[in-house]
């Protein structure tokens, strides 16, 4: 798989949150290696093999956000159609959430609670985190805003030498981050100063094998999906996002359930999927020339 030409700039330089993450994806591309291609290549070198993908961010007690979950249940089916066989991995309190959301939009997962017997449950090939709270150097977990959050999430971050990772995320809090943890330090707010007590920043400090920032998680879920050869298109996201509201997973920015996502409302969307539309029917030409 040779994908050093294909041009992914439509899908990384779009960031309408003005969050920062063209700018993170723009760092790795220059310091390692183009995340996307790297994210594909790691993927496929653990075909016929098993694969966990790990989620959910928490705003409040018992309340989730949108980001992160129903981009998984997209990438949890794109792999499983790849021949590797793939479990979703998500706090107890949104078990139920998340399989009736995968229920809802006829994509069944596997699903199984996050909790200490992840630790001997084993092995895994690779580990995707996608928008899954990472600890800073202090060992302190904390939202967008500079708070901590350790109270409401369970650490994991001891889980990335267990396996090859592919960490997904948009803030720069989130597990893996740590792979730039300098420039989260430098260029995102609050990355070098918290709003708690412990006054070390949210820039979470475990690195990975292989980080992907995009505009949105869900997103970075749908690009793999979509460059997988899974037929990703606007009404299967826009029923993913109706799901998502209906059983009560919220907008991470507005903080109640709805068809935005970290405040991005469902036409930005929209504009998102139709890039990714026309970008993998040019990706399936580039990988099979005539
Ligand atoms: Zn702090």
Same mark, same amino acid.
């Given at each position: 798989m040779d994908l050093a030409g294909f041009?992914? *700039?439509t899908l990384y330089l779009y960031d309408p949150g003005e969050r920062g993450s063209s700018r993170m994806y723009l760092y790795l591309k220059e310091k390692f290696c183009e995340p996307i291609t790297e994210?594909?290549?790691?993927?496929h070198s653990v075909q016929g093999g098993r694969a966990r993908i790990i989620t959910g961010f928490p705003i409040r007690p018992k309340v989730f956000e949108n980001d992160g979950p129903l981009g998984s249940i997209v990438l949890a089916k794109s792999l499983s159609d790849l021949g590797i066989t793939t479990e979703l991995f998500i706090p107890l309190d949104c078990l139920e959430t998340l399989k009736s959301v995968s229920n809802e939009v006829d994509l069944p997962a596997v699903v199984k609670?996050?909790?200490k017997s992840?630790?001997?449950d084993g092995p895994w090939n690779l580990s995707i985190f996608v928008e899954?709270?990472? *600890?800073?150097y202090r060992g302190v977990r904390h939202n967008m805003a500079g708070e901590a959050i350790s109270n409401l999430t369970f650490p994991l971050d001891h889980l990335m030498s267990c396996s090859k990772t592919l960490c997904i995320g948009d803030g720069g809090n989130e597990i893996g981050m740590g792979k730039i943890e300098d420039f989260i330090r430098q260029d995102i707010p609050f990355g070098d100063l918290c709003q708690c007590p412990c006054a070390s920043g949210i820039a979470s400090h475990g690195s990975c094998d292989v980080l992907l920032p995009l505009g949105t998680s869900n997103w970075a879920c749908y690009v793999l999906a979509a460059m997988l050869g899974f037929p990703l298109d606007e009404k299967i996201c826009s029923g993913l996002l109706q799901a998502g509201m209906k059983f009560g997973l919220v907008d991470g920015i507005k903080g109640t359930p709805s068809l935005s996502v970290d405040g991005l409302t469902p036409t930005t969307e929209k504009v998102f999927i139709k890039h990714l539309e026309s970008l993998s029917c040019r990706f399936k030409r580039y990988q099979q020339p005539d």
């Open positions: 041009d992914f *700039s994210s594909l290549a790691l993927i609670p996050i909790g992840m630790d001997i899954y709270p990472g *600890s800073n």
